[in-house]
Nanobody, 114 residues
Framework: QVQFVESGGGLVQAGESLRLSCTIS????????IGWYRQVVGQQREFVAR???????IYVNSVKGRFTISRDDAKSTVFLQMNALRPEDTAMYYC????????WGKGTLVTVSS
């Protein structure tokens, strides 16, 4: 069973940074496309960024130039460096395969105050 454990969220002010981590077990991590997703209460979960096995990346337009996704295959971990955070980035952040094919972890909450 594939498991995702997200961490690194917190409460920050607008303009500040956070680095999220996602540790993955139960799969051949190095061959997986891994994505970060986020969900605001009452809204649908949305795609944020994805990194492929060769570290190619794609981002949703709203985070381009501010967020950076990276991976450490030796640690089966994917990171999301979030800079210049905005109040609209406030959400619960999750990682999962891309496209989706596994259950969700508990996520990590990011709150950005104005």
């Amino acid at each position: 069973q594939v498991q995702f454990v997200e961490s690194g969220g917190g409460l920050v002010q607008a303009g500040e940074s956070l680095r999220l981590s996602c540790t993955i077990s139960g799969t051949s991590f190095s061959s997986e496309n891994i994505g970060w997703y986020r969900q605001v209460v009452g809204q649908q979960r949305e795609f944020v960024a994805r990194i492929g096995p060769g570290s190619d990346t794609i981002y949703v337009n709203s985070v381009k130039g501010r967020f950076t996704i990276s991976r450490d295959d030796a640690k089966s971990t994917v990171f999301l460096q979030m800079n210049a955070l905005r109040p609209e980035d406030t959400a619960m952040y999750y990682c999962n395969s891309y496209p989706l094919k596994h259950g969700w972890g508990k996520g990590t909450l990011v709150t950005v105050s104005s």
